[in-house]
């Protein structure tokens, strides 16, 4: 069982950056394939970026390649998200998830793969 509590989100003018930060509890982070996700209202859930479980392989989303880097930190049980340059189309509520697995480099991109979700935090950005 992984619990997952995100922070970080608020209101920024266009251009600015946030970061995004997901804390882990439970015994199974480093068992953990991780990936952000965002869902803007009237809008489906997407992914925005993920990380494999150990060996640092990245995927990002072609809307936020360039200004969105994912990290993590198995030695503290967080995975964040440094957002640069934001867009107002980049407002959305952001979610942490986690997806149990074996595999050292596979990263995840599809919402339904993952088994653990965050409660989300809200980033705004106004133009």
């Known amino acids: 069982q992984v619990q997952l509590v995100e922070s970080g989100g608020g209101l920024v003018q266009a251009g600015g950056s946030l970061r995004l930060s997901c804390a882990a509890s439970?015994?199974?982070?480093?068992?953990?394939?991780m990936g952000w996700f965002r869902q803007a209202p009237g809008k489906e859930r997407e992914v925005v970026a993920a990380?494999?479980?150990?060996?640092?392989?990245?995927y990002h989303a072609d809307s936020v390649k360039g200004r969105f880097t994912i990290s993590r930190d198995n030695a503290k049980n967080t995975v964040s998200l440094q957002m640069n340059s934001l867009k107002p189309e980049d407002t959305a509520v952001y979610y942490c998830?986690?997806?149990?697995?074996?595999?050292?480099?596979?990263?995840?991109?599809?919402?339904?793969?993952?088994?653990?979700w965050g409660q989300g935090t809200q980033v705004t950005v106004s133009s």
């Open positions: 439970g015994r199974t982070f480093s068992s953990s394939s």
């Open positions: 990380i494999s479980r150990i060996d640092d392989i990245t």
């Open positions: 998830a986690a997806k149990n697995t074996v595999s050292s480099s596979t990263v995840y991109r599809d919402a339904e793969e993952y088994d653990y």
